[in-house]
């Protein structure tokens, strides 16, 4: 129950304008972040150089932020764009 109450973030990643997206859902944003622009993130973030946060969501249960991530991902990219 403890995980629930948390919190977290939805946030897409991108490595330029109009290009490559990444959405993912984390408890700890910066640290994420972080851990993408490293390179120790995500094998798709590390492929594709996605290093800039361009959008990112606070929600208050980490449960319905994992439900959203999946919602944003099945997006068109021009859904995408326009909530950026």
């Given amino acids: 129950m403890e995980r ?7 946030y897409i ?11 993912g859902v984390t ?3 910066a ?4 851990q993408h622009r ?11 150089v996605l290093t800039r946060l361009v959008w990112a969501e606070r929600g208050d249960d980490i449960l319905a ?4 991530e999946k919602r944003v991902k099945r997006w068109r990219r021009e859904w995408k764009f326009a909530l950026i």
């Fill in 4 to 10: 629930e109450t948390k919190g977290g973030w939805v």
């Fill in 13 to 23: 990643m991108a490595d330029h304008y109009r290009g490559t997206m990444y959405v």
């Fill in 27 to 29: 408890s700890h944003l």
């Fill in 31 to 34: 640290a994420r972040i972080d």
């Fill in 38 to 48: 490293s390179g120790d993130g995500s094998d798709f973030c590390a492929r594709y």
């Fill in 65 to 68: 932020c994992i439900e959203h």
